[in-house]
Protein backbone atom coordinates (compact mmCIF):
# COMPACT_ATOMS: atom_id res chain seq x y z
CA UNK A 1 0.00 0.00 0.00
CA UNK A 2 1.00 3.75 -0.19
CA UNK A 3 2.27 5.30 2.20
CA UNK A 4 4.03 8.34 3.65
CA UNK A 5 5.66 7.63 7.05
CA UNK A 6 7.15 10.16 9.64
CA UNK A 7 8.38 10.21 12.96
CA UNK A 8 5.45 9.73 15.21
CA UNK A 9 7.58 10.77 18.54
CA UNK A 10 8.11 13.99 19.10
CA UNK A 11 11.62 15.39 18.37
CA UNK A 12 13.26 17.62 21.72
CA UNK A 13 16.33 19.74 20.79
CA UNK A 14 17.83 22.43 22.43
CA UNK A 15 18.33 25.68 21.18
CA UNK A 16 21.02 26.52 18.57
CA UNK A 17 21.32 22.72 17.46
CA UNK A 18 20.54 21.32 14.32
CA UNK A 19 17.12 19.57 14.09
CA UNK A 20 16.66 17.12 10.99
CA UNK A 21 12.92 15.72 10.03
CA UNK A 22 12.64 12.13 8.22
CA UNK A 23 10.09 11.48 5.84
CA UNK A 24 10.01 8.36 4.18
CA UNK A 25 7.47 7.01 1.26
CA UNK A 26 6.44 3.75 -0.03
CA UNK A 27 5.10 3.02 -3.46
CA UNK A 28 4.37 6.39 -4.91
CA UNK A 29 6.57 8.32 -7.11
CA UNK A 30 6.32 11.74 -6.39
CA UNK A 31 7.14 14.43 -8.85
CA UNK A 32 7.50 17.02 -5.70
CA UNK A 33 7.81 16.69 -2.50
CA UNK A 34 6.57 19.56 0.17
CA UNK A 35 7.00 20.59 3.75
CA UNK A 36 4.61 22.50 5.61
CA UNK A 37 4.44 23.75 9.21
CA UNK A 38 1.60 23.64 11.71
CA UNK A 39 1.24 25.40 14.41
CA UNK A 40 -1.52 23.97 17.07
CA UNK A 41 -5.16 24.80 16.17
CA UNK A 42 -3.70 26.10 12.65
CA UNK A 43 -4.02 25.40 9.27
CA UNK A 44 -0.43 24.15 7.67
CA UNK A 45 2.04 26.93 6.25
CA UNK A 46 4.18 25.90 3.08
CA UNK A 47 7.73 26.02 3.82
CA UNK A 48 9.85 24.56 1.20
CA UNK A 49 9.01 22.12 -2.66
CA UNK A 50 11.66 20.09 -3.68
CA UNK A 51 11.56 18.24 -7.38
CA UNK A 52 12.18 14.54 -7.84
CA UNK A 53 15.56 15.90 -9.87
CA UNK A 54 16.64 18.03 -7.34
CA UNK A 55 19.00 16.40 -4.59
CA UNK A 56 18.94 20.07 -2.14
CA UNK A 57 16.92 22.88 -1.43
CA UNK A 58 17.85 25.51 0.81
CA UNK A 59 15.96 28.48 2.01
CA UNK A 60 17.36 30.67 4.92
CA UNK A 61 18.09 28.25 8.26
CA UNK A 62 15.90 25.59 5.99
CA UNK A 63 17.38 22.84 4.31
CA UNK A 64 15.29 19.84 2.48
CA UNK A 65 16.90 16.64 0.66
CA UNK A 66 15.57 14.35 -1.82
CA UNK A 67 16.90 10.85 -1.95
CA UNK A 68 14.42 9.13 -4.32
CA UNK A 69 16.56 5.65 -4.28
CA UNK A 70 16.01 5.71 -0.60
CA UNK A 71 12.58 6.97 -0.88
CA UNK A 72 13.63 9.70 1.71
CA UNK A 73 13.54 13.19 2.28
CA UNK A 74 15.05 15.20 5.33
CA UNK A 75 14.41 18.50 6.76
CA UNK A 76 17.12 20.09 8.66
CA UNK A 77 16.46 23.36 10.74
CA UNK A 78 20.04 25.01 12.01
CA UNK A 79 20.68 27.14 14.25
CA UNK A 80 17.20 26.12 15.72
CA UNK A 81 15.11 28.56 18.09
CA UNK A 82 12.55 28.13 20.52
CA UNK A 83 10.10 29.65 18.00
CA UNK A 84 10.46 27.27 15.40
CA UNK A 85 8.55 24.92 18.29
CA UNK A 86 6.09 23.53 15.78
CA UNK A 87 4.35 19.91 13.92
CA UNK A 88 6.36 19.55 9.85
CA UNK A 89 4.19 17.95 7.69
CA UNK A 90 5.96 16.11 4.61
CA UNK A 91 3.81 16.24 1.46
CA UNK A 92 4.19 14.33 -2.05
CA UNK A 93 2.71 14.92 -5.00
CA UNK A 94 2.85 11.46 -7.11
CA UNK A 95 4.05 12.16 -10.84
CA UNK A 96 0.93 12.58 -12.96
CA UNK A 97 -0.99 13.32 -10.47
CA UNK A 98 -3.09 15.99 -8.96
CA UNK A 99 -3.64 15.60 -5.81
CA UNK A 100 -1.56 16.47 -2.44
CA UNK A 101 -0.86 13.61 0.02
CA UNK A 102 0.36 14.66 3.65
CA UNK A 103 1.73 12.38 6.22
CA UNK A 104 0.99 12.61 9.56
CA UNK A 105 3.44 15.14 11.03
CA UNK A 106 6.41 15.26 13.25
CA UNK A 107 6.26 17.30 16.25
CA UNK A 108 9.39 19.47 16.96
CA UNK A 109 10.43 21.16 20.44
CA UNK A 110 13.33 22.93 20.52
CA UNK A 111 14.17 24.21 24.08
CA UNK A 112 15.53 27.22 25.24
CA UNK B 1 0.15 35.46 4.08
CA UNK B 2 -2.82 33.51 2.48
CA UNK B 3 -5.74 35.14 1.66
CA UNK B 4 -8.32 32.53 2.66
CA UNK B 5 -10.73 32.65 5.12
CA UNK B 6 -12.93 30.30 6.85
CA UNK B 7 -16.10 31.01 9.29
CA UNK B 8 -16.98 29.88 12.06
CA UNK B 9 -13.31 29.24 13.61
CA UNK B 10 -15.29 27.14 16.50
CA UNK B 11 -18.53 25.54 16.81
CA UNK B 12 -20.71 23.43 18.76
CA UNK B 13 -23.74 22.06 17.64
CA UNK B 14 -26.87 19.20 18.72
CA UNK B 15 -26.70 16.61 16.74
CA UNK B 16 -28.89 16.17 14.23
CA UNK B 17 -28.71 19.61 12.73
CA UNK B 18 -27.23 21.38 9.67
CA UNK B 19 -24.32 23.01 9.33
CA UNK B 20 -22.43 25.13 6.94
CA UNK B 21 -18.70 25.84 7.14
CA UNK B 22 -17.57 28.98 4.80
CA UNK B 23 -14.81 29.01 2.85
CA UNK B 24 -13.57 32.29 0.82
CA UNK B 25 -10.09 33.21 -0.91
CA UNK B 26 -8.75 36.53 -2.52
CA UNK B 27 -6.29 34.87 -4.52
CA UNK B 28 -8.29 33.84 -7.56
CA UNK B 29 -7.12 29.94 -7.21
CA UNK B 30 -8.76 27.69 -9.57
CA UNK B 31 -8.45 24.49 -7.24
CA UNK B 32 -9.58 24.02 -3.54
CA UNK B 33 -10.56 21.43 -0.77
CA UNK B 34 -11.55 20.64 2.24
CA UNK B 35 -9.35 18.08 3.90
CA UNK B 36 -10.58 16.60 7.79
CA UNK B 37 -7.85 16.57 10.55
CA UNK B 38 -8.17 14.85 13.94
CA UNK B 39 -6.03 16.03 16.88
CA UNK B 40 -2.36 14.56 15.85
CA UNK B 41 -3.56 13.17 13.06
CA UNK B 42 -3.50 13.58 9.29
CA UNK B 43 -4.69 15.38 6.86
CA UNK B 44 -7.04 13.54 5.03
CA UNK B 45 -8.92 15.25 1.79
CA UNK B 46 -12.73 14.85 1.85
CA UNK B 47 -12.98 17.04 -1.18
CA UNK B 48 -11.75 18.82 -4.13
CA UNK B 49 -12.92 21.09 -6.91
CA UNK B 50 -11.00 22.11 -9.90
CA UNK B 51 -13.23 25.13 -10.61
CA UNK B 52 -16.79 26.63 -11.08
CA UNK B 53 -19.29 24.08 -10.99
CA UNK B 54 -16.93 21.11 -10.64
CA UNK B 55 -17.00 18.96 -7.04
CA UNK B 56 -15.19 15.71 -6.13
CA UNK B 57 -15.05 13.99 -3.56
CA UNK B 58 -11.46 12.93 -1.95
CA UNK B 59 -10.14 10.12 -0.81
CA UNK B 60 -11.39 10.20 2.74
CA UNK B 61 -15.56 9.12 2.54
CA UNK B 62 -17.69 11.81 4.21
CA UNK B 63 -21.33 12.72 4.84
CA UNK B 64 -20.74 16.21 3.87
CA UNK B 65 -21.42 18.12 0.62
CA UNK B 66 -19.96 20.80 -1.53
CA UNK B 67 -20.70 23.70 -3.72
CA UNK B 68 -18.23 25.92 -6.15
CA UNK B 69 -20.73 27.99 -7.51
CA UNK B 70 -18.36 31.18 -7.67
CA UNK B 71 -14.38 30.73 -7.89
CA UNK B 72 -13.78 32.49 -4.55
CA UNK B 73 -16.46 30.41 -2.39
CA UNK B 74 -16.62 26.94 -1.81
CA UNK B 75 -18.51 26.06 1.78
CA UNK B 76 -18.76 22.71 3.30
CA UNK B 77 -22.23 21.66 4.41
CA UNK B 78 -23.23 18.99 6.75
CA UNK B 79 -27.07 17.87 6.79
CA UNK B 80 -27.39 15.93 9.69
CA UNK B 81 -24.78 16.58 11.92
CA UNK B 82 -23.46 13.25 14.58
CA UNK B 83 -20.77 13.13 17.09
CA UNK B 84 -18.53 11.10 14.50
CA UNK B 85 -18.34 14.45 12.89
CA UNK B 86 -15.96 16.06 15.41
CA UNK B 87 -13.05 17.22 14.22
CA UNK B 88 -11.11 19.86 12.10
CA UNK B 89 -12.31 21.12 9.02
CA UNK B 90 -9.39 22.94 6.89
CA UNK B 91 -9.93 24.58 3.59
CA UNK B 92 -7.41 25.05 1.00
CA UNK B 93 -6.86 26.37 -2.19
CA UNK B 94 -4.26 25.92 -4.77
CA UNK B 95 -3.07 27.71 -7.96
CA UNK B 96 -2.83 24.27 -9.98
CA UNK B 97 -2.91 20.67 -9.15
CA UNK B 98 0.83 19.91 -7.41
CA UNK B 99 1.45 23.57 -6.51
CA UNK B 100 1.55 25.01 -3.40
CA UNK B 101 -1.09 24.49 -1.18
CA UNK B 102 -2.51 27.55 1.12
CA UNK B 103 -4.50 26.48 4.16
CA UNK B 104 -7.55 28.79 5.99
CA UNK B 105 -7.08 28.73 9.61
CA UNK B 106 -9.71 25.68 9.62
CA UNK B 107 -13.28 25.09 11.72
CA UNK B 108 -13.10 23.17 14.34
CA UNK B 109 -16.71 21.34 14.92
CA UNK B 110 -18.07 19.85 17.72
CA UNK B 111 -20.95 17.91 17.80
CA UNK B 112 -22.89 17.02 21.09
Redesign the interface.
Known amino acids: SQK?EQNSEALNIQEGKTATLTCNYTNYSP??L?W?RQDP??????LL?IRENEKEKRKERLKVTFDTTLKQSLFHITASQPADSATY?C?L?PTG????I????TRLFVKA | E?DIYQTPRYLVIGTGKKITLECSQTMGHDKMYW?QQDP????H?IH?SYGVNSTEK??LSSESTVSRIRTEHFPLTLESARPSHTSQY?C?SSKG??N???????S?LTVV
Open positions: IAYQYGRGPVFLLAVGFKTFGAG | AYGMELLYGDLAGGTIYFGEGW
